[in-house]
């Protein structure tokens, strides 16, 4: 029912626009020629001034604009390009700088261990020799007392023995015929007690 | 009811009647939107050159990519020897595109849908032309009607229709542009007729249909300023670097 109603509708409208045309005769309006010397006239006059202002004032800008622009981001580039280049030979002075300080700082250790070593070395030496120096007279000291310690005993033992005599038998004997004895026991014997 | 969709195109007086001897240079409607359409496009193309900032705003942007469009478009069809011309057929695009798209405001009139405009542009770019082809070649550009590699035989026939092609030029370029425009604003009226005397029940549908139109009007209104200067493009191209 609907559907009906609305094709009637189109129908009858199109029924009315065709009496609309028919009715407003003269077709189109562009081949009615009132107006056509008027239209010329000022689309002379409106494109002749639009073209006259862009092709003189407008379009020379924005063209200069455009290649200021262009040149401004190419110079922009070029030093961006400048910059990266310096900092590239920047950091390499840096990385150069880097190695040679480390290479610095080797030597000096080194010089520094080899002095030290050598400082070390020294005074040892002073102390071994220091230590040499005590020996030899600790040894000395030892050798006199050793060379000296044969006589002592030499002596204790003939009064030892004078006394020993003098209790045992009440007899005194002189002094040297006791040393001949100890001599001659100790120059036999003495290898067994003092082992040289 | 202006249920006529032909009443659109009328052209009408406004203010008093100007006569120069025995023409009537009245200003009218017609003279009302191309000079909206030439100051709107000088409007935005001045703001758009003003200032040059490194990073354009928005109405720079958009100037500056008109000219890449149409200083590419003119590379790519006539070469680097139509330079000099850049300026005229960057304006005709723009006039052209701003009228059509003024047209396209409701109740506006469209200055492109009469052939006596587009014709006048058309004949000025025909006669320009062909003064510009034989001032490069002299009577050397006779020999764009004399196609190379044609038989002997055939060579009457051809040369005929060259020349036929090469006069139809200036009434193939206005009657396109022309006839775009008038069919497109005439099938809108129509169906906007059609929406008020189906009212409320059965308008949705030629509604519809206007909705969709106004979109593939507005596409074929920046085509045809773009064919229009592509055209003038590709006539510039035969009479700068001559092929046959």
């Known amino acids: 029912m609907i559907k009906k109603i609305y094709f009637q509708l189109i129908f009858f409208s199109f029924l009315f626009s065709m009496e609309a045309f028919s009715a407003e005769s003269g077709g189109m309006p562009q081949l009615n020629p009132e107006f056509w010397i008027s239209q010329i006239f000022w689309l002379t006059l409106t494109f002749g001034i639009l073209y006259l202002v862009l092709s003189k004032l407008i379009l020379p800008k924005i063209s200069a604009n455009l290649e200021s622009r262009k040149s401004q981001i190419l110079e922009n580039i070029e030093a961006a390009e400048k910059q990266r280049e310096d900092s590239e030979t920047k950091l390499k002075d840096y990385e150069e700088i880097i190695s040679k300080s480390r290479l610095d700082a080797k030597t000096i250790f080194n010089q520094a261990r080899e002095k030290a070593l050598k400082d070390i070395n020294a005074k040892r030496e002073v102390l071994d020799k220091q230590i040499d120096d005590e020996i030899i007279k600790a040894e000395q000291e030892i050798k006199i007392l050793r060379e000296n310690a044969p006589d002592k005993i030499n002596k204790i033992a003939i009064e030892t023995s004078s006394e020993l005599v003098q209790k045992l038998i009440g007899a005194e004997i002189n002094n040297s015929s006791i040393s001949a004895i100890v001599d001659d026991l100790s120059r036999r014997n003495g290898d067994k007690y003092y082992g040289n | ?244």
């Open chain 2, 1 to 244: 009811m202006a249920a006529n969709p032909m009443t659109q195109f009328n052209v009408y007086r406004i203010g008093p009647e100007i006569k120069v001897g025995a023409f009537d240079i009245s200003f009218t409607n017609a003279s009302l939107f191309m000079i909206i359409s030439s100051v709107a496009i000088l409007l935005i193309f001045n703001l758009g050159s003003k200032k040059n900032s490194l990073l354009p705003n928005k109405i720079q942007l958009l100037a500056e990519l008109s000219y890449t469009f149409v200083s590419k478009m003119i590379s790519d069809t006539a070469g680097s020897k139509a330079k000099p011309y850049f300026a005229f057929i960057f304006s005709l695009f723009m006039f052209v595109l701003f009228c059509n798209m003024f047209g396209m405001i409701p109740y506006t009139f469209t200055v492109t849908s009469h052939i006596i405009v587009t014709f006048v542009l058309a004949a000025f770019i025909f006669i320009g032309v062909t003064v510009i082809g034989f001032m490069k070649h002299g009577l050397g550009y006779l020999k764009l009607f004399v196609p190379s590699g044609v038989p002997a035989v055939l060579l009457p026939l051809i040369v005929v229709i060259e020349i036929i092609s090469y006069l139809s030029r200036p009434v193939s370029l206005s009657v396109r542009l022309f006839a775009n425009m008038m069919a497109g604003h005439t099938m809108m009226k129509v169906f906007g007729g059609f929406v008020i005397s189906l009212g409320i029940v059965g308008g949705w549908l030629p509604l519809s249909f206007s909705v969709a139109l106004t979109g593939l009007e507005i596409l074929v209104a920046f085509l045809q300023a773009y064919v229009f200067a592509i055209l003038t493009c590709i006539y510039l191209n035969d009479a700068l670097n001559l092929h046959h």
